[in-house]
């Protein structure tokens, strides 16, 4: 069965650092676009930041120069390094892998991430 | 970036009636356009995409038509399990866009 699974959310202060992490099992993250979507209390999506095959990187702006995608292949593991975080960072942040057609067919479970002081 | 615009924000039908929610581009984006359905707690789920493929394992009361920049979800004979809040993306260029989202509701 192909999934993903996060963790790494949590409390942290504005302006502090915080590792998240998304553990696929099924397929190779190495071989597939991959990409961050966060939601905040109560609000809708946002695509944050994606991964290709190749290894090239976009990120949204609002976490431009903050935010850092990789993944590590033979842990087979997608990461989302988050610095400078600000109280708008708050949200549950998704992993997810875009399928050949461009949707994001797979969907970790989600986690949680608050930034507050 | 290309915004998404969904109408209505909130839907309130009854059982057996057809849905219709509409998702509309700021620019043409061909048919890379998506459907997802989330309900409370959950992570999104894919529902359609291409505009109008349907994703394996979702209900044939389910479609999406449209392509350029007006995009159509229609949900043929609303059930009790379909109640959730649909969003549509685009997938023609990266940041992919979601519209604001479309909360239904039963009568």
């Known amino acids: 069965e192909e999934q993903l699974v996060e963790s790494g959310g949590g409390l942290v202060q504005p302006g502090g650092s915080l590792r998240l992490s998304c553990a696929a099992s099924?397929?190779?993250?190495?071989?597939?676009?991959m990409g961050w979507v966060r939601q905040a209390p109560g609000k809708g999506l946002q695509s944050v930041s994606v991964?290709?095959?190749?290894?090239?990187?976009d990120h949204a702006d609002s976490v431009k120069g903050r935010f850092t995608i990789s993944r590590h292949n033979s842990k087979n593991t997608l990461y989302l390094d988050m610095n400078s975080m600000r109280f708008d960072d708050t949200a549950v942040y998704y992993c997810?892998?875009?399928?050949?057609?461009?949707?994001?067919?797979?969907w970790g479970q989600g986690t949680m991430v608050a930034v507050s002081s | 970036d290309i915004q998404m615009t969904q109408s209505p924000s909130s839907l309130s039908a009854s059982v057996g009636d057809r849905v219709t929610i509409l998702c509309r581009a700021s620019q043409t984006i061909s048919t890379y356009l998506n459907w997802y359905q989330q309900k409370p707690g959950k992570a999104p789920k894919l529902l359609i995409y291409g505009a109008s493929t349907l994703q394996s394992g979702v209900p044939s009361r389910f479609s999406g038509s449209g392509s350029g920049t007006d995009f159509t979800l229609t949900i043929s004979s609303l059930q009790p399990e379909d109640i959730a809040t649909y969003y549509c993306?685009?997938?023609?260029?990266?940041?992919?866009?979601f519209g604001q989202g479309t909360k239904l509701e039963i009568k």
């Open positions: 099924g397929f190779s993250v190495r071989g597939n676009y």
């Open positions: 991964i290709d095959s190749g290894g090239a990187t």
């Open positions: 997810a892998r875009r399928a050949w057609f461009g949707g994001f067919d797979i």
């Open positions: 993306q685009q997938s023609y260029t990266t940041p992919y866009s």
